[in-house]
């Protein structure tokens, strides 16, 4: 696993030569995305799964090339085994190009850009050295005239940028100062999202709404007898998500403390937080009674999320801010109710029967509601499963999410046309 040699980068053209056969002599429109994590990792959250269905849905379209780092996620720095460096990967309806931490230089980046030759560039991060890479190529003057799109992914939020406050503080000015993000077209989940990247953008440019794609079926095998019974004084909850401050463990496992029944929690996902915040946590499941049974499982690959999410009732996630949130989707796919924060774009859930958005600061209703939970009978349960999973295929089979992002990509490519 070495970086490319020179006869590697002498054939780069000819790899992308190759790749257009694959076409079946049609030219797609070439997308360049670069993303810092990528497919076959699982640890790096929603933004990695938007992209995967992105070229799942439109891979027959657009001819996409990705960018990303050989490794899954900020806390596992392993490379992939049997990684080809320099060189083009199938992987499902993309070619992927894995980088090593060495090769995350401004030359290869340019390299790669001009090797590919690019009708857009697509970065899936604002804040990623990837795309701060490019956009100083293309404010140099040597990748001009490619248009470029950025889904910041919910960075922009004011929850994101407290952490790590004072660095992107700086950067928010640096690119200001230098007009990195001048003419950009970005890609929004939400008229939040859209408000917070109006703070941050340079001049001109386009806003779009598009909400994250879903896959397009998700667990089409399901079936409501998968469900385990719903006794009345018990209850199975689900966390599946980093274990990060920005997720909110902690405020789940404190609101615990101060509820009676039988009552098991399973967090599930990668740790993605600094000591002291783990021992909090570890700290308050060693302080709770004997009936609260509470396991930190660790991240699972996402071909095993259904097994997880179908043995439990509901999910929960007082998450402080989500740009999104795929795993809600794909919890309600599972049959599993939501108890969320009402910090996410997923609103009145209770009036449409499929779980609870509820304020952060009334910990007396999430007390209230995770009692509601625990002394639920399987009558009522089986209801709110039905519903959530119901409203998972409706979402998921609405054309208008779909068209969103297709218009993304269709206006930028009218750039890149001169349309």
Request: contains cysteine; charged residues 30%.
């Amino acid at each position: 696993m070495t970086p490319a040699t020179e006869d590697q980068k002498n054939g780069e053209h000819l790899a992308a030569s190759r790749s257009e056969a694959e076409a079946k002599s049609v030219r797609r429109p070439v997308i360049l995305v670069f993303s810092d994590f990528y497919l076959p990792g699982y640890k790096s959250g929603g933004g990695m799964r938007t992209l995967v269905n992105i070229v799942d849905r439109f891979g027959d379209d657009y001819d996409f090339r990705i960018v990303t780092r050989d490794h899954d996620g900020k806390t596992d720095k392993t490379a992939y085994p049997d990684i080809s460096y320099g060189s083009w990967v199938r992987v499902g309806k993309s070619l992927v190009r894995y980088l090593s931490k060495e090769q995350i230089r401004i030359g290869e980046i340019k390299r790669i850009a001009r090797a590919v030759g690019p009708d857009i560039i697509f970065f899936n991060s604002y804040f990623s050295t990837l795309t701060i890479f490019a956009l100083l190529l293309r404010r140099l003057g040597m990748l001009r005239g490619i248009p470029m799109v950025i889904a910041p992914q919910g960075e922009l939020a004011d929850a994101g940028l407290e952490l790590k406050r004072t660095k992107k503080q700086a950067f928010l000015r640096f690119g200001s100062k230098l007009r990195l993000y001048r003419d950009i077209v970005w890609r929004t989940t939400s008229e939040v999202e859209a408000g917070e990247v109006d703070r941050a953008k340079g001049s001109g440019g386009r806003v779009f709404i598009a909400p994250d794609l879903p896959a397009r079926v998700i667990y089409p095998d399901y079936t409501q007898e998968q469900k385990a019974q719903k006794e009345s004084g018990s209850v199975r909850l689900v966390y599946l998500s980093r274990i990060h401050p920005k997720k909110n463990p902690v405020f789940l496992l404190e609101l615990l403390a101060e509820l009676e029944g039988c009552i098991q929690l399973d967090l599930v996902g990668p740790i993605d937080a600094d000591d002291e915040y783990i021992e909090s946590c570890r700290v308050l499941i060693e302080k709770l009674p004997s009936n609260i049974r509470v396991k930190m499982a660790g991240g699972v690959p996402h071909e095993q999320v259904f097994q997880t999410l179908v043995g439990h009732d509901f999910f929960v996630l007082p998450t402080i801010t989500e740009n999104f949130g795929h795993v809600f989707l794909e919890a309600m796919a599972a049959g599993c109710p939501l108890l969320i924060s009402d910090r996410t774009p997923w609103k009145n859930l209770e009036q449409k029967g499929v779980g609870w958005d509820l304020p952060l600061e009334d910990r007396g209703e999430w007390i209230e509601v995770l009692r509601r939970c625990i002394d639920m009978d399987q009558e009522t349960f089986v209801g709110m499963s039905r519903n959530a999973r119901q409203f998972a295929e409706d979402w998921v089979g609405e054309a208008a999410v779909e068209k969103a992002n297709r218009e993304v990509f269709e206006y930028a490519l009218s750039l890149s046309r001169g349309v």
